[in-house]
């Protein structure tokens, strides 16, 4: 990808965002939260395929993944009021729609085309379907990865506030409870995915949250987690308890041993 492709793209997103944020106050959070994760994602890739040592074309083709892989939110939260895709539509199949009818890939070869929107489709997927191959899959490996490295400052970001100030779409309306659930905690404690059906509450989903360090695909994905110490940081937002203590300190020396990998 050329550089003024990449540049026009970001011009795009800058201009098609601004008419989302005409609503309430409280609509205006929650598409905000969105644009400065894209932001972020965008620059958490930077990150990443530098670290990965990726060319100067591949580095812009993952940053225009990474700049367009949530777009879908936009017209899902005009439309529903909500992130939950299970309440309203898939986000990353409304993103591909846009791409389309935006056409913000038209000039660009056939298989650029083709990849920024399979790795945009399936970013999102509890796994990457084994039909999609190289070099998609890449692609869509450092999107999921970036995607992630976002999201747990932007959740974390959100704790910190008092309920009445987080954006209200980004928890799902998931209750706050004390306690965690025994299905998610032992889910962690095999040290798999926790899956989104299975939250019951808001200490669920920073259980959910930590498990994605068993999702990571890359060395400096693994690195950059443990320099911003956000399981640490999880782990203070959740009950002291000992299975809990016991499943987050497996999940941090699993991402250790990753970080730093050990030389053949």
């Given amino acids: 990808m050329e550089e003024n492709c990449l540049e026009r793209l970001e011009n795009w997103f800058e201009g098609y965002v601004g008419p989302f944020l005409e609503t309430d106050a409280e609509g205006q959070k929650n598409i905000l939260l ?21 060319s100067s074309p591949d580095r812009r083709l993952a ?29 990353a199949r409304l993103a591909v729609e846009v791409i389309r009818r935006e056409r913000l890939l038209h000039g660009l070869p056939r298989e650029e085309r083709l990849l920024i929107e399979e790795a945009v489709r399936f970013h999102n997927l509890l796994s990457i379907p084994p039909r999609i191959k190289s070099p998609t899959e890449l692609f869509l490996r450092l999107i999921r990865d970036a995607d992630k490295l976002d999201i747990w400052r932007v959740f974390l970001d959100l704790f910190a506030l008092p309920r009445h100030e987080r954006a209200s779409a980004a928890l799902l309306g998931l209750p706050e409870r004390a306690t ?9 404690a095999r040290g ?8 019951q509450c808001v200490n669920d989903y920073k259980l959910l949250l930590i498990s994605w360090c068993y999702d990571l695909n890359f060395t400096t994905s693994y690195r950059l987690l443990r320099e911003f110490d956000y399981l640490a940081s999880l782990a203070a ?8 203590r016991a499943a987050i300190d497996s999940a941090r020396e699993y991402v250790a041993a990753r970080a730093c990998p050990t030389s053949p």
């Fill in 34 to 54: 969105k644009v400065e994760h894209t932001r972020r994602v965008c620059r958490m890739m930077d990150l990443l395929t530098a670290g990965e040592s990726l």
């Fill in 180 to 188: 965690v659930s025994g299905a998610c905690l032992a889910e962690l």
């Fill in 63 to 91: 940053g225009a993944v990474a700049l367009l892989h949530d777009v879908g939110r936009f017209p899902q939260y005009r439309r529903w009021r909500t992130f939950r895709d299970s309440c309203s539509d898939n986000h």
């Fill in 237 to 244: 937002e959740l009950p002291d308890d000992t299975d809990v």
């Fill in 192 to 199: 798999r995915i926790v899956r989104l059906e299975r939250v």
